[in-house]
């Protein structure tokens, strides 16, 4: 059984640019989450998906934005990048809702904005 | 204010011998604890996930304990061996009504010497 995918797995970015990610989650999972990871920060939740639609969302600007399409997968925006948005961005996909049931992560995509 | 904090920040410890990891969390409406192991550059593992009417949940080396009283958690892990070097992630999930998020400690950073 096939793992969660994230692409790209490295990404260089100007500063203003946007930026969509992918996640496509372990097959038979309905949520998708994504989180934000810094050295200085931790990891940080961004928001879940479940059944294409939002379900829970972390303290992000409007420039994090998401989507999830019927086929469970999942894209994460940011518009206007800044260069504090340097982070590794994590997707994990549940069962059901990611708040009460396990979560398996992704690789990462490692964002670097210059 | 929501928060997850985890002692030691950072830990040295010999091949074979068995550590002690801590959670604190100041977290309401409490849903469940989890733990996590991140290997450098790659995605959080799940360890353990308990409820609030769980106390103890073991995986293999594994055992986290859970005092909901107290709000505390540890992550006992036994023998360790090399490959236990990582980063041990506390996240406590919280749900009120229709809306959840997870929030995350800043991790205890294992190192295993042989």
């Known amino acids: 059984k096939a793992g969660v995918t994230q692409t790209p797995r490295y990404l260089i970015k100007t500063r203003g640019q946007q930026v969509t990610l992918s996640c496509s989650p372990i097959s038979g999972h309905r949520s998708v989450s994504w989180y934000q990871q810094t050295p200085g920060q931790g990891l940080q939740f961004l928001f879940e998906?479940?059944?294409?639609?939002?379900?829970n969302k972390g303290n992000f600007p409007g420039r994090f934005s998401g989507r999830q399409f019927s086929n469970s997968r999942s894209e994460m925006n940011v518009s206007t990048l800044e260069l504090g948005d340097s982070a590794l961005y994590l997707c994990a996909s549940s069962l059901g809702t990611n708040m009460n049931t396990e979560a398996f992560f992704g690789q990462g995509t490692r964002l670097t904005v210059v | 204010k929501n928060q997850v904090e985890q002692s030691p920040q950072s830990l040295i410890i010999l091949e074979g011998k068995n550590c002690t990891l801590q959670c604190n969390y100041t977290v309401s409406p409490f849903s469940n604890l989890r733990w996590y192991k991140q290997d450098t550059g790659r995605g959080p593992v799940s360890l353990t996930i308990m409820t609030f009417s769980e106390n103890t949940k073991s995986n293999g080396r594994y055992t986290a304990t859970l005092d909901a009283d107290t709000k505390q958690s540890s992550l006992h892990i036994t023998a360790s061996q090399l490959s236990d070097s990582a980063s041990y992630i506390c996240?406590?999930?919280?749900?009120?009504?229709?809306?959840?998020?997870?929030?995350f400690g800043q991790g205890t950073t294992l190192q295993v010497k042989p």
């Open positions: 998906y479940f059944s294409e639609t939002q379900r």
């Open positions: 996240v406590v999930s919280v749900v009120s009504s229709n809306t959840g998020k997870l929030i």
